[in-house]
Structure formats: C-alpha cells, structure tokens
C-alpha cells in the first residue's frame, strides 16, 4: 500500500444535510464513502464510493463497512444532522477508529435513557414518564399537569412531537407520536416556558469547544416546528452562560468523550433544562452555514479532523457578524411555480437558498421540521440587519400556491371503480342492485334483498324539521369504549381483499387506509378476520403501530381456543375493544378453508367474555331475543346489523328492527348499528332510532380503495358535515339530545 495514500473517511447518510460535509471532506484531499439506502440521494452522487444501505441497519452497515475495509481501509467515520449516532458508534467500534462507545450513542439516541441518565446525574431535566400503551399515558397524566409535550423517544426533527394543552387532545397527540415512533417507545413530560437557545460543540480529548449558542424560533403550536435561528443569541450573558455550563454538564453526563454534540436547552424560570442532546452536530444549517458565515469558522472540517483521530486545527472565530436563517413556509397546496430566486440571491446578505422543493410538489402545513420548502440565510452587522436583509429576501420569492387538494366523491369513484375490476362498480348510489349475488364482490347473497332492504327500511322514515332553535354549532363527539370520538361513525370490519375484491389492494394497504383515515377524522376503524387462519394478525398489526387505536372483529370460530387465542393477540396489540360478528355462523367459505365457524351458547359466550379486559362486542344481533341473551352472555355493546346482507336473503333492513331493540336493551349496553347508511341524514335516523353510533363498510371501502387514507378522511369528512347539518334542521345540539321525536310519525302510527 502506497505511504501516501489518501485517507478515506466514511459518512453515514447521504441525504441533502450531508451534503456540506461531503463537500468538505473531499476538499481536504479525503476520499469520502457515503452510505444510504437511496442510490440516487445527492451525496450518493457526490460520494467516491456510494454503499447502498438504510442508515437505520445497523448490522448491515457494519458488515458492509468491514467488507470495504477489508479492501480500502477506513480511517474515520461520522454523521451531521441526521440521528445515526448509534450505526457511527457500531462502525467504529467494528473497525477500531476513533468514536464513542455504543451505549453512549445510544444514550444520545433514545430520549427515555438520556433523560434517566441526566436525572441520576442531576442535570436538569423536564418532569417526563416513559409511556407505551395509551392506557400508561392517561396513569402518566395523573402524575403530571398540563399542559404536557408528548414525543417517540427514537425520532429526529420534531416528529410526532406535540403539545396537549386538554385531555381531549391526548388520543391524537398519543397516535402522531406512537406512528412516528420507530420503536413504538414514548415519553410523556412537562411542557417547559421560555426561551430556547440552539448549542453545538465539538469534543475532544475531554475538552468541551463550544462552537455556536442561537436564539431557535419555535412556532405552529400544538406542533414544535423550528421555523429558524439567529445566531449569535441575544439573551443576556448571565442566561447564556448558565445553559452553555448545563450543556457541558449533559454531555460528561451522557460519556460523549469524542466527536460533536448538539443540544436545544429551554430557559425556564426555575433555569436551563435539557430538551434533548445529540451525539452529533446540528441537523438543518446551523452547523454548514449559519455559525461558519457568523464566525468564519469550518465547523465540518473541524469535525472531519476529529472523527479521523486528529486536533481540530482552527476553532478561533474570524469574524464577528449576524447570521440569520428562516424555514419557507408557504400555505399548504400544490406549487405551481417559485418565482424571484436569482433576484433574492442578488440582495447584499444573502449567503444562501435552499431549495428543498419545486413546482409540482406540494407544500404541506408542517407539523415538524421536515418537508420543508426551503431556507434562506443571510448576514449582518447586526441582529436587526440579517433578518431584516432575511425578511427581504422571503418577500422577493414568490411561491405560487394551487389548491390543497382536488379531490371530489366522482374521483374517489372513479379510481376506486379501477381497482375494483369486476369485484365493486362503485355505483353512483350504493343500492346492492348491481351486485347482488356476484362473486367476488360485496353485493347481497342471493337477491340481494337483504342489502337493499337496509337501504329502504331506512328510507322509510321521514324527519321532522325543526329550524327555531339557539342550535348553530352542533357538537357531534360521541363516548364510546373510554374514547371520545369527534364524530358517532366507526368504519365497518371488512377483509378478503382477494377473495371478494379481486385483490385491488392488499390486507394491510386497506387496514393502514381504514384505521388512519379514521384517526385522522377523530375515530376508530375495525379490522376484520377471514377464513386464512393467520389474517387476523395483519389488522392486529395494524392496530398496534397506531397504539392500539382499532377495533378487531373475529369469526364465531367453532371452537372457544380458536378465539381466545385471538382475543390474547388482540388485547397485546392495544385493541380499544374486541368483538365477534356472530351472524357469521354459517360462512362457506371458513368451513372451505377449514376454519369451521358455527352458533354459539351463552355459556360459550360467556366463557370467551371471562378471558377478556377489554369491551366485549357482539356483531349481528337482529331481534329482541338476541339483543338480551348478548346481555346475559356478558356483552359491552351490540351492533344491529345482517351483515350487509351477506349472511342470509330475505331479511329485514337493520332500521325496521333497531328501535325495538333498543327499547329492549334499554342502555343497558351500548346499541351500534349498520346497514344501508350512506348520507349524514341516515346516521341521524339511526341515532334518533335508538343507536349510539353507527358503523358504514361499502362506502368507506369504495373510500379506501379510490383515495387510501386520504379518500377515507375525506369521506368521513362529507359525512361529518352532512351530520352536522341534520343536527341544524332538527334542533339537536348534541348527539344526546338526538331522540325519537325527531322521526316523524303519522298519525296511528305507534
């Protein structure tokens, strides 16, 4: 091997924020390798020896490391700006170069251990508790005052970070956070007042070289969305000096004895407190532009140095300006243009525009530090110079917004029409006509009668008008199973994608569309069971990445073991409830496949009720007579329905018998209902019929497979507003005053 060989230096992570480092490294006579999973990522292109693996596998990157060790050997090996600390510290570790020891990356990584460590060192951290279920979050709550910050202890940039000022906020704050959680571990902690200061450092030897302290501009609550820095900070010395010194202290804490470190620091009132520290340097600009354009001062060169085992050579600031940078955040909506980006460029200050989208892409409202449309940074003599000079140059672009989105009910049809084949034509009006008895398909068995006589016996009833009222803003949340929902509509178990849908999309592409769909509208969505003996687990599945917020139904198996076993699963992912779809009894199509299903006792039923925590619920109750053995069984809740009419023709709609049967139950229980709803009127006649709420399969199917996630909330939506309106014109101002007196009712009639 030549004696002068250049040195090759490995960079995990070739996404944009890389960039500036991999510039840098190159530019010092280093040959630079740069991993990612996306073979087409900027500093994949930039990188001497691209290596295509996930930053996030640990295993392989190593392994994948050794191999080009083994014929090139490395002599250093870092990251900036992205949180892959912990496959750095493996690397190194693996190949003898300079870095810390695994666990303190990992300390550095997961925030649940940096917060343990720092408390038993008395570093100042926020009040926080560890939290995994839902039902821990709500115990944490009663520990701690709102309001509080909820975050996944494992993610970067904000994500799934969010402030609940009431608890009717913890179910959404819980599901952002659970679904951007890598590992599905969150925390739970006190939200802190007071200024927040951005701190990066070098380290090495044991030395701590501070190398910026910024003002960070947090904005867009409930959210915690960095919209910029200002660098120098402008807080008093005093409040600077105290944070500079907490920061020092979390850093020993945590055994960063080597390398970078970056920590956002909150100046409360009782003083500094750690909002977290990184084994690395700033994500976004700071540490690429905003502190070398203010100091003159190669903050990446410098971090090369060290991660090659080497004295930073130049830490000594050179100038002494303002550097500002600000996040473009346009309204949400397409791009149709960006406009005015030479001319910004071209105004004295402006150091830098990053553009990190273009026309054609769409600009979302942010809800953490990603998906950006770009920065600009610019200097000054002085703090009001560079924002005003920052100010100007974000005033100078012009971005050209379309509209969010343009999707209409016609297109959701129309796609989903698409993926149906011949399974759903998607009908203008889902009647059952079109499909009735055709297989695959969801039409009725036989005639069909019993599907389209849901959609009559609802029709039958007429609505008395009401318009003299102080009703204006009618509140729609409804409590169900411990969960207060923004709206009384479920979406209805469905599965056999392949069977009865032609396999336009997948179990799990469907169950992700119904349960985040609903979520995303303030509800629960159920997944169904099928006769493959393992289906269950893919909506189970489903159900545990969004924190247990879903509802499994499972088929009358013959035998109790079969359920139980289901019942154990579903009660390990979290299930808010679990329940059987009785009126399943005779499914050919289970006894087909050897998943023979079948009637069951009271007894029987009772012993399934004994082994669950949860809300038990029984689906197919159609007469007076079931509705009371449901209660004797043990039942939490019944759903009124013939299964859309797929379990046996010739049976009355679910409208004609729901009164009756509630009258019976008489809340002892909670009565839902389905079957032939398909407008926000018809989920008022159900209510006002005697049902809590309500559960809807055709349309929100049609939904899913026409638009995913999207055409589910954007269904339920149309829903929520026609529900509204029904609630206007009858006076109702909440779901409990909705009664039988809105029913009109001839006279003779009972």
Sequence with gaps: MPLNRPKHLLIVGGGVFQVPAIKTAKSMGLKV???????????????????EVSTRNINLTVNMAKQFHRACPLDGVLTVGTDASQTVAAVADALNLPGIPFEVAERATDKIKMRQVLKNKNVPVPDFRPIWTLEECSEAIKDLSLPLVIKPCDNMGARGVRKIENLDELIPAFREAKEASISGKLILEEFMEGAELSLDALVFEGKIYITGVADRIIERAPYFVEIGHTLPSTLPADQQAQAVEVFKQAI????????AAKGDIKITPEGPKIVEIAARLSGGWMSAYTYPLATGVNLYKAAVQIALGEKPTDLTPKTSLVSAERSLLPPAGKILSIRGVEEARKIKGVKEIILMKEAGDMAEEPRSNMGKVGYVITVGKSREEAIR???LARETLKIEIGALSDLTWDIIRNNARKKFYIACKACKVCDGLECAGKVPGIGGIGTGSAFTENLTALARFQINLRTIHEVKVPDTSVELFGHKLALPVLAAPITGMETNLAGGMDEKEYADAILDGCLES?????????????KYLIGLEAIKKRGGLGIPIF??????????????AAEDAGAVAVGIDIDAASFRTMTLKGQAVGPKTIAELQELKSHLKVPFILKGIMNIESALAAIEAGADAIVVSNHGGRVMDHMPGTAEVLPEIANAVGGRIKVLADGGIREGIDILKMLALGADAVMIGRPICIAA???EQEGVSFYLQEKLNELKKAMILTGCGSIDHIDPSIIFRKKGDR
């Design 33 to 51: 390798a740069v991993t990612d999973y996306n073979p087409e990522a900027e500093g994949m292109l930039l990188a001497d020896y691209p290596i």
């Design 705 to 707: 497979f026409g638009a």
């Design 555 to 568: 088929k009358p198996r013959e035998y109790n073991l079969d359920i139980i076993m289901r019942f154990k």
């Design 252 to 259: 020993f804490a945590l055994g960063i004895d080597i390398g």
């Design 522 to 534: 303030g509800t629960l969505g159920m997944v169904g069971d099928g006769a493959s003996p393992k």
């Design 389 to 391: 000079i920052n100010n």
